[in-house]
C-alpha cells in the first residue's frame, strides 16, 4: 500500500467528521477549563456551570460572522458557475495541449481567483480540472489527471492571505471577537493582507507554485484520461419561462443588471469615493460581500439564473453555519474561563519575536487539522495568539526607550503579522485536511488519494515559502 493509500485509509478510519470534531473540541475544552482554572470569585455557582455558562454567552457570538463566511462562500461559487467564468474557462483550455502546460495554467488561474475569493477559487479550479480533463481525452493529450486536480485545489493554500481571508478580514472590523486585545481597534486589512510581508509572499507564490506544477508533471506518469460522466444541468439555463408580467422582473436582463451595478456602486463609495482614495483600511467582510454580491447579479443573465446558482451553491455552506456556533462556544470557554490568557502565558514562556510566528504558523497547522474553517480557526486561536504577540512586543528591552503611540504601534505590527502567520498555517494544511476538497472530488470525479501526493508536494513548497517569508519580514 503506497503512502498516500495508508494515509487515506487513517484519515477514513480515525478521523471523525468536522460536525464530530467539533462536538469532540468543544468537550475537550470543557474538561481543560474545568481542570486548568480556578472559579471566578464574583460568582457562587460551581465551576462547571459557570463553564456552561461562558460556553453559552458565547455559542451565539460568531453569527454574524458565520453569516459573512457562508455568504463569500456561496457568491464565489455562483460568480464561478456564471457565463463570463465558463467564457474565460473555455479560452484558457486551448493552452493546456500538454500535461506540463496544463498543470501551470490550472494551477495558475486557480491561485488568481483563490486570491480574490477562496469558494470563487475552490469552484473555478475544478471546473477548470475536469475541463482540462475532457479537453485532453477527446485530443488524446496525456497528462496526470490526479496532478491537474490537485492544481485545482491549490488555491486553497493561498486563500487566507487574499481578499476573503477570515482573520484578517474579521480582525479589520471595529467590533471584531477580540478587540479588548487589541486596545478597542481595528488591525486594519493595510497591516495584514496589505502588508510587503504578505504581498511579497503571494507573488512568489503565484510564480513559484505553478512553476513547481509544472516541473512535477513533468516526471510524473501521464496518460490519456477516462473520465466519469458528469451532469449536463446548468443553473444558466433554466427551463421555465415567465408566465405573469410579474414574474418577468426575475427574467428581465436589465433589472438584474441595474441592481448589480447599484451594489457595485455602493462598493465603490465605501473603497474608494467617500474617503478620497483607494482606502484598503475600509476591507472587511461586508464590503468583499457586497463586491460580490453586485458582480454576481452582472455576471448572470437574470434573477432567476442568479438564483438557481445560488441553489447549487448553497449546498457548500452546510458546514460553516452548523458548525460556527461551537467554535464561538469554544471561543466563549476559553476566553472567560482564562483559559486563552493560560494558553498565551505558555506560549510566550517558549517564543520569542523572532520564533513567534513560526511556532504560530505551525500550531495553526494542527488546528486547521480539528477546526476546518479559516473563520472558525479565528474563533478558537486568534484570542491566544494576540494575548501572545502583544506580551512579547512589549518586552522591557523592546520598549524601553519608546513612547505609548510607538509601543502602540510596534504591538499593532506584532499582532497584524500573527494574524498572517496564523493565516498561512491554516491554509497550508488544507493540502492534508480532505474536508474542502469534497467539491473538487465531485466536480472532476477523482478521489482524494489521486491528489494527496501532489497536494502534499505543494504543501512542502508553500511551507518554506511561508517560514522564509516570516522570518525575513
Keep these: 500500500m503506497s503512502f498516500s493509500d495508508r494515509f487515506i485509509t487513517f484519515f477514513r478510519n480515525y478521523l471523525p467528521s468536522p460536525f464530530s470534531l467539533a462536538v469532540l473540541l468543544s468537550l475537550l475544552t470543557l474538561g481543560l477549563a474545568w481542570g486548568l482554572t480556578d472559579p471566578l470569585p464574583t460568582s ?3 465551576h462547571l456551570l459557570q463553564l456552561v455558562g461562558h460556553w453559552s454567552n458565547g455559542i451565539w457570538g460568531l453569527l454574524e460572522f458565520a453569516m459573512q463566511m457562508m455568504l463569500m462562500l456561496i457568491l464565489g461559487h455562483v460568480l464561478a458557475l456564471s457565463p463570463p467564468v465558463g467564457w474565460f474557462i473555455d479560452r484558457v483550455l486551448v493552452l493546456c495541449n500538454s500535461g506540463p502546460r496544463a498543470a501551470l495554467v490550472v494551477t495558475l488561474v486557480t491561485l488568481v481567483f483563490a486570491l480574490f475569493n477562496w469558494g470563487l477559487g475552490l469552484i473555478v479550479g475544478a471546473i477548470l480540472a475536469r475541463k482540462v480533463g475532457e479537453y485532453a481525452a477527446q485530443h488524446r ?3 496526470n489527471y490526479g496532478l491537474i486536480g490537485a492544481a485545482g485545489y491549490s488555491g486553497l493554500m493561498v486563500w487566507h492571505g487574499g481578499l476573503s481571508g477570515s482573520a484578517p478580514l474579521k480582525a479589520a472590523q471595529a467590533n471584531h471577537q477580540f478587540v479588548d486585545l487589541t486596545n478597542g481597534l481595528a488591525i486594519e486589512t493595510s497591516l495584514t493582507l496589505g502588508s510587503t510581508m504578505n504581498l511579497v509572499i503571494s507573488l512568489v ?3 513559484v507554485l505553478p512553476l513547481a506544477m509544472f516541473l512535477m508533471a513533468r516526471v510524473s506518469p501521464s496518460q490519456v484520461p477516462v473520465l466519469p460522466p458528469r451532469s449536463t444541468s446548468s443553473p ?3 427551463e421555465d419561462e415567465p408566465d405573469s408580467p410579474a414574474e418577468r422582473l426575475d427574467f428581465s436582463r436589465a433589472f438584474s443588471l441595474f441592481f448589480g451595478l447599484l451594489l457595485l456602486f455602493l462598493f465603490a463609495y465605501a473603497f474608494v469615493i467617500h474617503p478620497g482614495k483607494v482606502d484598503f483600511s475600509a476591507i472587511n467582510p461586508n464590503l468583499i460581500n457586497l ?7 452582472i455576471a448572470h443573465r437574470h434573477f432567476k439564473a442568479f438564483l438557481a446558482a445560488v441553489g447549487e451553491a448553497i449546498q457548500g455552506s452546510v458546514g460553516i453555519m452548523i458548525q460556527f456556533p461551537l467554535y464561538a462556544g ?3 470557554i476559553m476566553s472567560g474561563s482564562g483559559l486563552a490568557a493560560l494558553f498565551s502565558e505558555q506560549f510566550v514562556a517558549i517564543s520569542n519575536e523572532t520564533t513567534f510566528p513560526i511556532y504560530t504558523l505551525i500550531s495553526a497547522g494542527a488546528v486547521n487539522f480539528f477546526v476546518p474553517s479559516g473563520g472558525g480557526q479565528w474563533g478558537v486561536q486568534g484570542g491566544i495568539v494576540l494575548d501572545a504577540a502583544a506580551q512579547l512586543a512589549q518586552s522591557p528591552e523592546a520598549v524601553a526607550d519608546l513612547t505609548p503611540d510607538e509601543v502602540q504601534a510596534l504591538v499593532r505590527g506584532a499582532q497584524a503579522k500573527a494574524i498572517m502567520a496564523l ?4 491554509q497550508l494544511t488544507n493540502m492534508m485536511q480532505p474536508f474542502w476538497a469534497l467539491p473538487l472530488l465531485g466536480i472532476t470525479g477523482l478521489k482524494a488519494r489521486d491528489i494527496l501526493p501532489f497536494t502534499l508536494f505543494l504543501m512542502v513548497v508553500g511551507l518554506v515559502i511561508y517560514s522564509v517569508g516570516l522570518l525575513v519580514f
Design 423 to 426: 493565516s498561512y498555517g491554516d
Design 141 to 143: 493529450i496525456a497528462v
Design 44 to 46: 457562587d455557582e460551581p
Design 330 to 332: 469554544i471561543m466563549g
Design 291 to 297: 463586491l460580490l454580491f453586485g458582480l454576481c447579479l
Design 205 to 207: 507564490l503565484l510564480v
Design 236 to 238: 444558466n439555463n433554466p
